[in-house]
Every structure is written in C-alpha cells, then in structure tokens.
C-alpha cells in the first residue's frame, strides 16, 4: 500500500556503500528501481536531495524516500517491494520534471543553413518528407542564432525528417530513448509501469502504432538534439553497420566547467572505473572510445566546446569531458576524479547541458548523404547567453 515518506538511517553495514546499494538492502528494491528513484530526484540524503545512485553513503546519515514512490511491505533490510509508481513530477520540488515550454507554431530556420525546415514541431502527426540539408561544420554558427529566434519545445518530440525507410527526431530533455536492458528484464511488457520512451511514442506519431521502429543509437534522457530510427530491421542493420564503421557524423555541443582544451581523447571505457561509475580504464570488457574536442567559446570559468564522435560509446562524452577535468555545466556523475570530490558548478544548470547538434548518414536506401542540424534547446541557449553576458 502507498506509504508516507520512508526514512532510512545508515548503519555501519553501509559506510562507504553507493546509494542505490543501500536502498537495495534496506527497501528490497531492484537495481533499475533504485536508480529511478534517485535518478528522478526522490531521494534526499542528510536533507539534500542526491540524483546520483553511485553517491557514496555514510553510517548514521538519513536517508529520505519522498512519499508515494514506492510502495513497501516493510521497511526493514531485505524486505521486498512493489514495482514503483511513474511519477512526472518530483515530491520535493511540486514542479514537473521537465521544464521545457510548448511548442511553437512557426517554422524555425534552421541555424546551420538559414533555410526553414519542411517539419513543424509536432508529434501529433507525420512529418511531411523532406530533403537534407547541405552540411555546415562549423557549428558556431548554429549559436548565434537569437534566443527568441529559437525553436520552443515541450516533453513532446520534433520530427525533421520521415520517409518508408528512416525518421529523424530532434529529442527534447527528459525523455528516455529506448527501453533499458535493465527495465525490460525487470518489467517485460509490463509497459503501464514506466513512461512511455521515444521510441514507443514514435509509431503513433508517424500514424503506424502496430509498427515499431528500430532504435539505432541513443541519447541520455537529458540529452536533446538529433536522432534517427529505422522504420524496419533490415534499415536498421544498414544504419547500424554505418555507426560501427564511423562512417556517419556525430557532432554535440557542450557547455563546460574550466578551461578545456582543443584536441583528441581517447581512452578504453569500463562499466565500473573503480568507484561505481562508467570511466576509462582495463579489463574485460573495455571498449575503445575516442572523442574530438575543439573549442569554440571561452567565459569566466566556463567553456563551449564542440564535440565530434569518433566512436559511439554509454556516457562517451560526459566521461571524456569529466576526466579531463571540465565536465558538463549540471552534471553530478562524471564531475569528479575516482573516489574524489565533485568539482564545483557555478552554472546553475538543472541538467548536463549537452546537445546533439548535428548528425549526418547516408540514407539507406537511396544513398543521399544526409545531414540534419538543430539548434540548442531553450535551457542551453539561455546559459550560453548569461555566460557571454558575463564577459
């Protein structure tokens, strides 16, 4: 049954456990339930809210479960619990998670090019089929846009570009790409359980819901920009052998702490890097990432920088950026060394203000190259321009 604010006091068993480990022990959660409810800012450590699930605990801190998260049977260690309820909106704060404002109704020019995109921002309906866009590398340009020349968007998706083959998305905060590992183990197609992702939301949007489309690469839920998904298997296999072989283009944009440098950087990433968290370093199961950094803005303490993949790897550049010890403005994962402490933020961002800007592929069917460029969502533009207001 729903239960008031469930408060854990850490005892010796847990010093030095990460948080989502002492939640596990304590409420019987799963791994993936934990790491929702820190993740959605429903848990509060000595009176601070903590949406870091590899945040490392001490004896005899309180730790607080906002009200109506989960529902358990008891809250001793090792008690089960009931799968958790979806929530919008954060019990602490009583505003939704995401803050982005609604769509607007006017076409926007796009900011690599100036010509106006053939789509409106909507997910209501199909997008009408358009044309790329002819390449423009220089993604500075796409920042000088005006703020209120921007588009606007919501917790609904844009689509740039659909056809029989493909569909290209500019994906707004807050919205999950594609159903975990982890959550499809935990819930199969228990799917009333959790929010729907952007893939679920796309078939309807296209007006062919018993047609799912095949997710090609990610983005976090926090990160906004382009994507693309292939309306069958076979398109997505052709798509897939092009981001395996580096063929297709991937280009972010990034708001950073410090004074970052242009340049390459590569390292071998691991699931754990020895304090909780994905990172570089050895071992089975290290994967090759490479990351191309230049930097296109100084500010006071902060940088923008551009950021083009080499290789598409979990967190690559939230990872590259942190250890190279400038990460992201709202970042609370990768902003600090192994075992050490978080890097101070100034910024006042809400999330890691990190932008897939431009992606570019050859069209798997009729060979176009195509490349698609959106500007930075609202959040983003209005951090970069309080940050060269204060130069």
Not at 78 to 88: F, H, L, N, V, Y
Not at 321 to 336: F, S
């Amino acid at each position: 049954m729903p239960v008031p604010p469930i408060v854990v006091t850490a005892d010796r068993r847990d010093n030095g456990q990460t948080l989502a480990a002492v939640l596990k022990a304590h409420l019987g959660l799963s791994w993936s339930q934990a790491k929702r409810a820190i993740d959605r800012r429903h848990v509060r450590v000595g009176g601070q809210i903590v949406a870091d699930a590899a945040f490392r605990v001490k004896a005899g801190k309180r730790i607080t479960v906002a009200a109506g998260v989960i529902e358990v049977r008891s809250a001793e260690r090792g008690a089960r619990s009931e799968k958790p309820k979806s929530k919008t909106k954060s019990p602490f704060s009583g505003e939704a998670k995401s803050s982005e404002p609604s769509a607007a109704t006017r076409k926007p020019k796009s900011p690599l090019n100036g010509e106006a995109k053939s789509a409106k921002p909507s997910a209501k309906a199909p997008a009408a089929k358009s044309k790329s866009q002819p390449r423009n590398s220089d993604l500075n340009s796409a920042l000088r846009t005006p703020h209120s020349a921007l588009p606007r968007h919501s917790a609904l998706f844009e689509i740039l570009f659909s056809d029989d083959a493909v569909v290209v998305v500019n994906k707004p905060a807050g919205v999950t790409t594609v159903r975990s590992a982890e959550d499809r183990e935990e819930f199969g197609d228990g799917k009333r359980f959790l929010p729907k992702t952007l893939a679920d939301q796309l078939p309807a949007a296209l007006g062919a819901p018993d047609k799912p489309v095949v997710a090609v690469h990610r983005l976090d839920r926090d990160t906004t920009g382009v994507l693309v998904f292939a309306r069958t298997k076979l398109i997505g296999q052709k798509l897939m052998v092009q981001f395996r072989r580096h063929t297709a283009d991937r280009r972010y944009l990034a708001l950073v702490r410090g004074e970052p440098q242009s340049g390459r950087i590569e390292s071998t990433l691991v699931p754990d890097r020895g304090d909780g968290r994905r990172g570089s370093g050895t071992g089975d199961e290290e994967r090759k990432a490479v990351t191309h950094v230049k930097v296109l803005e100084r500010f006071p303490g902060f940088a923008l920088v551009e950021c083009r993949l080499e290789t598409g790897r979990t967190h690559q550049v939230r990872i590259h950026l942190g250890e190279a010890g400038n990460p992201l403005c709202g970042e609370t994962v990768y902003d600090r060394p192994v075992n050490g402490q978080p890097l101070p933020d100034g910024s006042g961002a809400v999330r890691p203000m990190l932008h897939a800007a431009e992606l570019g592929f050859t069209h798997p069917a009729s060979s176009e190259r195509m490349t698609f460029a959106v500007p930075p969502p609202p959040d983003f533009a209005a951090l970069l321009a309080k940050l060269r207001g204060a130069t």
